[in-house]
């Protein structure tokens, strides 16, 4: 009889809302059986693009599957291990290399500099079983208290909650692979808890973009990747690793991107109007694997959208999100409906694209009130 390879992790689906798949690695060691979701999501299959982005899908989860049975292999994962085994900031270490790995920089640089505060506030051998409410409570002070900021001076609200938010998030990573019992977070009072300010979605009016539009950039994959967001609504880092192949013709002359989000994992199809297919540069010799933006180092990109802005007159702080917000604005203020917006966008609630059709309802008003009195 041919004896079987045993494989300690497995790749499991389960069925959420909408005929989708959530999967999740079933991992066995130690004894223990683990369930790990990866926020990766199978659609249901209706089209061509559904089945290749399944593909894509389960080619990422495949990836993760390989990268989790070395780990297990190697000993790096802390699954089976007991809290006052674990060293916090080594696990902390194991999950900013996984952000990277996975391609979420933003969510690799915060826990980096989490885990710099951390070794300021606690130069102390810190284990995963120390963080208790007190802990938490102590950490916060840390955070709110002059020179917490590397430059000087304190750190902005905004920072403290994202530190507070990520910090949480992998406790509860850490309950979820049996780490511990219970986070420790749920235990503070909302009180206690940083609060996040809501900001005024910065966006461009259609005569704005007109300027952008007319004004030099000193870098034209800075301007063509930003105009293109702004008839587009993609976000940074969908937009700086679309390649050749995302751009699909559907019909004589009409073209759709077709692409994961990095940020949801989640599926978008976006028709290309005429004015974002003039922000597409030439393609050349490039295959389907180029890029078609390629950037320089993302922190230099902000200095030329400043000079650019203020080249067009733009009195408002540039972001690349700004066109995206942008993108959605125009969209609701010329009548398109906020369930296509929703979509265009990849938003996972229609409750976050609510928020824009208020920005264009007040849009609407002051065009209104533009209007000259008669008598």
Not at 7 to 18: E, L, W, Y
Not at 145 to 170: H, M, P, Q
Not at 286 to 310: A, C, H, M, T, V
Request: aromatic share 12%.
């Amino acid at each position: 009889m041919k004896q079987r390879n045993f494989s300690p992790v497995h790749i499991r689906t389960k069925k959420i809302a909408k005929g989708r798949q959530s999967i999740y690695l079933d991992i066995v060691t130690s004894g223990s059986r683990v369930r790990e979701f990866l926020g990766l999501h199978l659609v249901p299959e209706t089209t061509r693009a559904d089945r290749v982005a399944n593909r894509a899908t389960m080619k990422t989860a495949e990836e993760i599957r390989a990268k989790r049975i070395v780990e297990l292999m190697e000993g790096k994962v802390g699954i089976g291990k007991k809290p006052d085994k674990v060293d916090l900031l080594e696990w902390f270490e194991e999950q900013r290399l996984y952000y990277y790995d996975n391609d979420n920089m933003n969510y690799s640089k915060t826990i980096h500099n989490l885990i710099r505060h951390l070794t300021i506030f606690h130069p102390r051998k810190l284990m995963l079983s120390d963080v208790k409410p007190t802990f938490i409570r102590k950490f916060l002070e840390y955070l709110r208290s002059d020179g917490a900021n590397k430059f000087g001076g304190r750190l902005c609200d905004e920072t403290i909650y994202t530190y507070f938010t990520v910090f949480s998030i992998l406790m509860n990573k850490a309950v979820r692979l049996e780490l511990i019992i219970s986070n420790p977070f749920h235990k503070l009072s909302q009180a206690e808890k940083p609060q996040r300010r809501t900001k005024k979605k910065e966006y461009l009016t259609l005569s704005e973009v007109k300027r952008m539009a007319e004004a030099e950039c000193d870098d034209w994959r800075v301007k063509y990747a930003f105009m293109f967001c702004c008839f587009t609504g993609l976000r940074y880092i969908d937009v700086s690793r679309l390649k050749w192949k995302h751009i699909v013709e559907v019909g004589e002359g009409k073209y759709q991107i077709e692409l994961i989000q990095q940020k949801t994992k989640e599926p978008v199809y976006i028709p290309l109007s005429a004015n974002a297919l003039k922000w597409l540069p030439e393609r050349g010799y490039d295959g389907r694997e180029n890029y078609i933006y390629k950037f320089r180092d993302r922190s230099i990109i902000y200095d030329y959208l400043k000079k650019w802005g203020d080249a067009a007159g733009i009195d408002k702080h540039l972001t690349f999100h700004m066109s995206r917000h942008t993108c959605a604005t125009l969209l609701l203020y010329y009548g398109t409906d906020l369930y296509t917006v929703s979509k265009i966008l990849g938003h996972t609630s229609i409750k976050t694209t609510q928020i824009y059709a208020k920005i264009a309802d007040e849009m609407k008003r002051t065009a209104v009130q533009n209007i000259p009195d008669i008598f």
